[in-house]
């Protein structure tokens, strides 16, 4: 009976010893329904008692297959009151397939003497579900394209078009503040200044006279060249479009305008009369007044000729006349055209 007792005693003393000395391990997730691509947290805690010294296993990059680890937190470390030590690892976990996962016991283990014992937690479990989404009805209803989303511009993209504006803008103010006004004007020839009417009039009467037409029997041609040069004439001298115009026009035109004597009114009737009667009536004037006629044309041009300015009297270049209208005809006061 007194062994009995002995070996009783003995076995409650031990099995109280060995219960102070276990290790307590559990691990649950935060929440047990989670819906897909929904995150949650898996806490594994181990108590380990005073004294002993144990490892706890970690998580790799799943718990159970279809359950992701996407974060795992720093190991929490705490010694409690008894002096046991709390070891505590948080896990951030997903799952993107609906169904029910068990997910299998964490465990802590220690050696003593020669064995290896292990201490395991519960089994857990995580259900995740489908959201339960109603499709709207689209069939009767046409969107429209939904516009792309335009990307925010930073400083850094536009620092090169403000540098590019700002060389630009000092190479134009250089450009204008150095460069001649003018830069082309030194490669550009200046137009040289028109003719006096008198110069082209005097050169074609001396062309006429040499081709030598009525002494060839070309008589009209003669008389027809001889009136266009003096209507010309006119016409560049005093303004007064005399091509377009019959000869008792022209004389009254020459008349109106003050700008020659009878006399040279004279000269002009009688060599456009006697040109419109060869051309238009057949008329054949005899040969001495062919010479007659080629003068009278000759002097009506060196009468009404331009006057020759003095040094005193050129104008610098670009100088604007007070009757711009009249320009190298001269002006309707200078009666008859004549050199002073």
Partial sequence: MRKFLTFTAVSFIL???LQGQEIKVISAPDTSVILIGDRTGFTV??????????????????????????RRDPRDTTRLTDGALRITDRYLITSFDSGTYAIPPFFAERIS???????????????????????????????????????PVTFSEILPWIIIALIAS???????????????????????????????????????????????????????????????????????SSPELTTDETVRMLHGAAVTTPGQMGLVKEVLSLSDMVKFAKYVPEAGLHETVYGNAQKFVEETREPELNQDQVRPAGATTENPGAGSRGTSGEKGGKNA
Wanted: aromatic share 8%.
């Fill in 45 to 70: 805690t181990a108590d380990i008692p005073a004294g002993v010294s144990a490892e706890i296993n970690s998580a790799g990059d799943t718990l159970a297959g279809k359950i992701v680890v996407l």
């Fill in 15 to 17: 099995v109280i010893t």
């Fill in 170 to 240: 000092a190479m134009v103010y250089l450009l204008a503040r150095f460069l001649p006004r003018n830069p082309l004007k030194r490669f550009v020839k200046p137009v040289p200044p028109p003719e006096p009417a008198h110069i082209i009039a005097l050169r074609e009467l001396q062309a006429l006279r040499s081709e030598e037409l009525w002494q060839k029997g070309e008589v009209k041609e003669y008389y027809s060249r001889l009136s266009d040069i003096l209507r010309r004439y006119i016409d560049n001298r005093y303004g007064i």
């Fill in 113 to 151: 003497g020669d064995s290896l014992i292990r201490y395991y937690s519960d089994y857990s479990s995580l259900r995740v579900l489908r959201p339960d989404i109603v499709l709207q009805d689209t069939t009767d209803v046409i969107f429209d394209i939904v516009a792309p989303r335009t990307a």
